[in-house]
């Protein structure tokens, strides 16, 4: 059965159709780096990591870098993206921990996942 077919049917029975339709490649605006949030398990202390794209810092014992950071355009749903690596700072060179993107949106999607730390993505930095 086509999808015609059916929105015919389902509107001959009173039953009001909306299809939404998004494109396919979604719009993302890149931005120069992004505000992540790490916390210490141990301490319960949190801390707000403003990282430009290409920078390394230290957050405990993990070194963390961003390379990109894109959040959608203000007309669409807020959502922010960023490709992190977290690396283990006790050893040289730094053990690579994690590497990939993280969503500010959904965490769990794409989480870190260590004993001691958890570090998610807030937002992307302003120009």
Same mark, same amino acid.
């Given at each position: ?5 059916? !929105? ?5 029975? %009173?039953?009001? @159709? ?10 993302? !605006? %890149?931005?120069? $780096?992004?505000?992540?949030? $790490? ?6 202390? #949190? ?9 390394? #810092?230290?957050? $405990?014992?993990? #070194?963390?870098? @961003? ?15 960023? =490709? @992190?690596?977290? $690396? ?8 690579? &921990? =994690? ?9 769990? #999607?794409?989480? =870190? ?5 958890? !570090?998610?993505? &807030?937002?992307?930095? !302003?120009?």
């Amino acid at each position: 059965m086509s999808v015609k077919a059916l !929105v015919k049917i389902l509107q001959g029975a %009173g039953i009001a @159709v909306c299809l939404a339709v998004s494109p396919a490649s979604a719009e993302y !605006v %890149g931005m120069p $780096g992004a505000v992540l949030q $790490g916390l210490d398990k141990i301490t319960a202390r #949190v801390s707000e990591l403003p990282i430009q794209n290409g920078q390394t #810092v230290q957050f $405990g014992s993990l #070194v963390i870098r @961003v390379s990109a950071c894109n959040r959608r355009p203000p007309e669409e749903p807020p959502e922010a993206t960023a =490709f @992190v690596e977290i $690396g283990d700072g006790k050893k040289t060179p730094p053990t690579l &921990l =994690f590497r990939g993107w993280m969503f500010a949106s959904s965490p769990a #999607v794409s989480a =870190f996942e260590h004993p001691v730390y958890d !570090v998610r993505v &807030l937002r992307c930095l !302003v120009r």
